[in-house]
């Protein structure tokens, strides 16, 4: 990507994050996600002075920025149901089935989203794809289950790629699986799931975002 595009997605990602701070009602629980969209929305949510009764964070890097900004993190074991998830995607589809875990975060994330009321994904236009997965698809992985975990995914047509030197806040490995059919992302989700071995994989298909706020040249459209 050049520099002109990089700064132009960057002004995106600042633009979203803001929009989406119009639907953070004040003193809700709020789920925070992971990655470069999410760190532009808590800046934006700390620059605007919102009360929240709590933060509940996806990562030990948000919740480091989240204390950084002076925004208090609850763990979610505390927090009963959320009332509204932010958080990015890797790639969305027109039905607000996502591909996350670009960062490693993916398992955490979806734990936040499934203990929340509503998830409001952000996102730049770089972002939408027709079918899922020409971002290659994280799948968290016990360590002692790499291998045999991978041989399978090799089974359901996919070629896993070890995330050399990267291990998850939960202590496993990731591995990042190029050309997988995700036309059918549901079943692929449960099946990839269904592997001994695999925590999570980083579809959200089964429960998408329940809407998708995605900045272009020419505003914020909402999915
Ligand atoms: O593990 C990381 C997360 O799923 C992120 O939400 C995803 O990778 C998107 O990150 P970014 O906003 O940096 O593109």
Redesign the pocket.
């Known amino acids: 990507m050049n520099e002109k595009a990089e700064s132009t997605q960057q002004e995106q990602?600042i633009q979203v994050a803001e929009s989406a701070l119009a639907l953070v009602p004040d003193d809700c629980v709020l789920g925070v996600?992971?990655?470069?969209?999410?760190?532009c929305f808590i800046d934006a949510l700390a620059a605007s002075g919102k009360r929240l009764e709590a933060a509940v964070s996806?990562?030990e890097a948000t919740t480091e920025r989240l204390a950084a900004a002076g925004i208090q993190v609850r763990e979610l074991n505390h927090a009963g149901t959320l009332d509204l998830y932010i958080?990015?995607?890797?790639e969305f589809d027109g039905h607000r089935r996502l591909i996350?875990?670009?960062?490693?975060?993916?398992t955490r994330?979806k734990i936040v989203a499934g203990a929340s009321r509503k998830f409001v994904c952000?996102?730049?236009e770089s972002?939408k794809v027709g079918v899922l997965g020409r971002f290659p698809l994280?799948v968290e992985v016990i360590p002692m289950a790499r291998s045999f975990v991978a041989r399978q995914l090799v089974a359901l047509g996919g070629q896993p790629e070890l995330r050399e030197g990267f291990t998850t806040d939960n202590g496993n490995a990731i591995l990042d699986v190029h050309n997988m059919d995700l036309v059918d992302p549901v079943t692929m989700e449960q099946r990839i799931n269904n592997i001994a071995g695999v925590v999570t994989c980083?579809l959200f298909a089964i429960r998408p975002a329940d809407v998708v706020l995605m900045a272009t040249a020419s505003g914020v459209i909402e999915f």
């Open positions: 990602k996600g992971t990655g470069s969209t999410v760190n996806s990562s958080d990015g995607a890797d996350k875990g670009g960062g490693g975060a993916l994330e952000i996102v730049d972002k994280p980083g």
